[in-house]
Nanobody, 124 residues
Framework: QVTLVQSGGGLVQPGGSLRLSCAGS????????IGWFRQAPGKEREVVSC????????NHTDSVKGRFTISRDNAMNIVYLQMNNLKPEDTAVYYC?????????????????WGQGTQVTVSS
């Protein structure tokens, strides 16, 4: 089965760190821009970060700039989202998504593959 397999996430106190992983299963991620989305209860799914195919270009939404880092290891077929200084408002289900040709900017974009989602809860 071709899909994206996510790992990481969990419960962390404010100010803590987590790292999410997104691995290609049955698919090479090398040719895809990879975005990380999140969806909090009662809210729309929003894009948080994105990385180009080469890994040389990254984008982050303003609310996570300086705290989140997206990276990729094309040899290992995996993309990471390192999240530092987490805040309660970062609590959401996080999804990785593969798009061809450009960074995804909205969940309605033509997304080739989605990860299964992973819960991140920031609470004391």
């Amino acid at each position: 089965q071709v899909t994206l397999v996510q790992s990481g996430g969990g419960l962390v106190q404010p100010g803590g760190s987590l790292r999410l992983s997104c691995a290609g299963s049955g698919v090479s991620l090398n040719g895809y821009f990879i975005g990380w989305f999140r969806q909090a209860p009662g809210k729309e799914r929003e894009v948080v970060s994105c990385i180009s195919t080469s890994g040389l270009t990254t984008n982050h939404t303003d609310s996570v700039k300086g705290r989140f880092t997206i990276s990729r290891d094309n040899a290992m077929n995996i993309v990471y989202l390192q999240m530092n200084n987490l805040k309660p408002e970062d609590t959401a289900v996080y999804y990785c998504a593969a798009k061809y040709g450009a960074c995804p900017t909205h969940e309605s974009d033509f997304i080739y593959y989605w990860g299964q989602g992973t819960q991140v809860t920031v609470s004391s």
